[in-house]
């Protein structure tokens, strides 16, 4: 028999043998040795489909997914709007005197260039105490958590007050469409909760220390802005003030010198509160300034947080990021028109109209305009809230487990938490630790050598079990 599946039988062994308080509560106790080795079974068949988005093929993970839950008496039901691209969802039932929990990953990845990975991108390689291969930190950690909470709540038999639920959704990375949107939108009483747990907290360690742990509370909206600037064709060899790129490149350089202005909410005014207690002076009277409402404070800190700090200067404004240029097709031609694209992630709140608005003002060029573009784009909701219950128990497990401050936390990015959170639904994200240093040496999430620290994971997984089962087991 498989040393991974011992700790089953073990468990419902205790249970049939002896009915007392004592021996009862003791089979309740994971067995994290045996629990850790099923999860890392399941994690590296999982990063071996290629579930690349695009094109989108999430299918050979749900079932897989599937036939795990299943084995072990689970339901399951799927959901699909497009071939290939199902939403699993799995509930463990409880009494309903409370209302669900609901834990969220999502099974596509981002595409890869296997020529730029060391290890092949969807081998699952073990090295070093690392498991290298895509999504292994975005986002098939938070699947195979999901997985694994709902099978132990399941054989230890942990009575519950709220169902649990586990929605492994598809099309996150760029086709919410036939994912959340479409759960939201026409499945939503198959997830509704009262609280989401789901990815992109940071819990972050400098210099191989832990320093904190930050939980998604709310997020900045994705939009897409184009810059197309119209001018007269020409001969290249004759210089004309009418030039397109000419318009467009001042249409840049005043975007990027003007900022748009400093908003705070209560997760970003919490968040750098929390995190001045834990930073050295010189940092934490920055952290301080730029919550202080002192014009001048706040001016050098954000001139500081944009030099040296940027995730820093772009969570407490809306951002704007060219990231595209498009213009001309000969060298000797003046082209009639150039156009950029913008990455802009908007606070939420932000007025997208008077966004616009404000934009062309800074430009003040009729040669250029100034347009949204197709994108997916979450909706701007509340921050979740830091003084309840679901908050609470994450602050309490983030001391146990970590031995670190918990940081209300805005991601530059976005989730898909927000289409929940829309619904009412209070939502945190929190992911395995790592090296804060991760992302610039190459192997953070959407890079070409994306890894997750076999201990951090097995960490994480204690973690996030606490989090639920103390959310939703029976008082």
Known sequence: MKPIHAWILVGCATLLFTSSGAHAQAARQPDWRAIEAETMEHYLALLRLDTS?????????????????????????TFTLEPNRPNLVARLKGSGRKRPVLIMGHTDVVNVDPAKWTYPPFSATRAGGYVYGRGTRDDKDNVVAGLMILL?????????????????????????????????????????????????????????????????????????????????????SVPLQSNAITHL??????????????????????????????????????????????????????????????????????????????????????????????????VPGEDTAAFLTRLRDVIADSAVTVAYATRDVRPSTPPSAIDNEAFRVIEDAVTRNYGVTTLPYLVPGASDMAYLRARGMQCYGIDPAADVEEAQRGFGPHSDQERVLESDLHKFLRFHYEVVERLARRN
Request: aromatic fraction near 6%; glycine fraction near 8%; charge should be neutral.
């Open 53 to 77: 988005d695009p094109p989108g093929r999430e299918q050979p993970a749900v079932d897989y997914l599937k036939s795990v839950l299943e084995r072990d008496g689970i339901p399951v039901e």
């Open 249 to 346: 490149a001042r249409a840049l350089r005043a975007l990027t010198d003007w900022q748009p202005p400093i908003r705070l909410n209560e997760t970003t005014k919490t968040y750098f509160q929390r995190l001045a207690s834990i930073s050295s002076p010189a940092d934490a009277a920055r952290y301080l300034d730029i919550i202080s409402g002192d014009s001048t404070r706040v001016r050098l800190a954000d001139e500081y947080f944009r030099a040296r700090e940027p995730v820093h200067g772009s969570m407490i404004r809306t951002s704007i990021s060219p990231t595209m240029l498009t213009a001309g097709y000969r060298v000797n031609v003046i082209p009639a028109e150039a156009k950029a694209t913008l990455d802009v992630r908007m």
């Open 152 to 236: 132990t709540l399941k054989r230890l038999g942990i009575p519950l007050d709220r169902d649990v639920i586990f929605l492994a959704e598809a099309g996150e990375e760029g086709s919410t469409r036939v994912g959340i949107q479409f759960m939201v939108n026409q499945h939503f009483p198959t997830i509704d909760a009262e609280y989401c747990l789901a990815e992109a907290g940071p819990v972050a360690r400098v210099g191989g220390v832990l320093k904190y742990a930050g939980v998604l509370t709310t997020e900045k909206i994705p939009r897409a802005i184009e810059l197309t600037a119209r001018g007269t064709a020409g001969h290249g």
